[in-house]
């Protein structure tokens, strides 16, 4: 034979009956937002990585035709933009930057030693940039 249970008993029972199932979608509710922040997180992450590299590539595809210039002092005015089409030397690292860099197109002035070097690329997700160097060989 049951004991027989008081009906405040019962009706406290119906009411904590669905209790754990709530508990249990609001965990895993909680659990699924924290997932899409670290998914979110970690694409925000990515882009920002990969815009840090193309920087650096800009940087040092700058710091490299600083050096052959310094190597090549008599022909300094053959590494300007106009004249880089006839010159190997500056075609060759004019092709590097198209190369390494999205849309990446250089400017290179020379004015009696002072050397500007512009370069400019474009990321996928529109945005336009620039890395410029400036220094004198004499």
């Not at 694409?43 to 035709?65: I, P, W």
């Not at 106009?82 to 004019?94: D, E, S, T, V």
């Not at 190369?99 to 004015?111: C, I």
Request: glycine share 8%; aromatic share 6%.
């Amino acid at each position: 034979m049951r004991p027989s249970t008081s009906p405040k008993i019962r009706a406290r029972a119906r009411a904590v009956r669905g209790f754990m199932l709530i508990e249990v979608l609001v965990s895993v509710l909680l659990f699924s937002v924290g997932v899409l922040a670290l998914v979110g997180l970690q694409a925000n992450m990515n882009q920002t990585q990969g815009a840090a590299k193309v920087r650096t590539d800009a940087s040092y595809l700058a710091t490299e035709l600083t050096g052959l210039m310094w190597s090549d002092k008599a022909n300094l005015d053959s590494y300007t933009t106009a004249n880089c089409n006839g010159y190997a030397r500056c075609k060759a690292w004019m092709a590097k930057v198209t190369q390494a860099l999205p849309n990446g197109t250089a400017t290179v002035s020379v004015a009696s030693g002072d050397i500007t070097i512009l370069i400019t690329w474009s990321l996928p997700d529109g945005g336009s940039h620039k890395y410029q160097s400036e220094t004198s060989i004499s």
